[in-house]
């Protein structure tokens, strides 16, 4: 395991976090969405520091008393070393202490290894999302847990 500092994004991540970002993603975000997603407010996103570096980044929206988790990553030569994990616990933590009583995620259900970290948090498939994803008309797996 890696400790990391998690602090919330700000402008000047995301030239480090669309790196990431661009390794990460089939569709990768843009920098005007980060940009978009860390203006609206109760939005929380978070980045893994490691020596000052970014190795990491997650997000998460709110929508009355449901959480959203809208993007998580690891940098590619970083994982494995439970920051995911880390990330997660945070956007968890962020999620309780603003009175959210569920958190929700779409996933690939060919994404074997972030299902696996979801579920050990407790996250179950409650549906499934036909052709959610635009590059391959892939399903998403809608998952949830409650906090
Ligand atoms: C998903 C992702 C964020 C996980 O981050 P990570 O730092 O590598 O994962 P961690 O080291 O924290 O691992 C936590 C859990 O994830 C799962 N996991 C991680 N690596 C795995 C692997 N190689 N094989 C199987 N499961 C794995 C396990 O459940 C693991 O817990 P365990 O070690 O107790 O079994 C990372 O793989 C990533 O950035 N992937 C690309 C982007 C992506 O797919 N994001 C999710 C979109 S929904």
């Given at each position: 395991m890696i400790l990391v500092d998690i602090d919330f994004m700000n402008v000047g991540d995301l030239d480090e976090v669309l790196e990431i970002e661009r390794e990460s993603f089939n569709l990768p975000w843009s920098r005007n969405l980060f940009l978009r997603e860390l203006d609206f407010p109760g939005n929380a996103y978070i980045v893994a520091r490691l020596r000052d570096r970014v190795v990491g980044y997650a997000g998460i929206r709110f929508y009355g008393r449901q959480a959203h988790i809208t993007t998580i990553a690891v940098a590619p030569k970083w994982r494995g070393n439970r920051i995911g994990e880390q990330l997660l616990l945070a956007l968890i933590e962020i999620a309780k202490d603003r009175q959210a009583k569920e958190i929700v995620l779409e996933v690939r259900p060919s994404n074997r290894i972030a299902i696996g970290l979801y579920e050990k948090y407790g996250f179950r498939t409650i549906g499934v999302i036909p052709g959610?994803?635009?590059?391959?008309g892939e399903d998403a797996f809608l998952m949830r847990v409650k906090i």
């Open positions: 959610y994803y635009m590059d391959n």
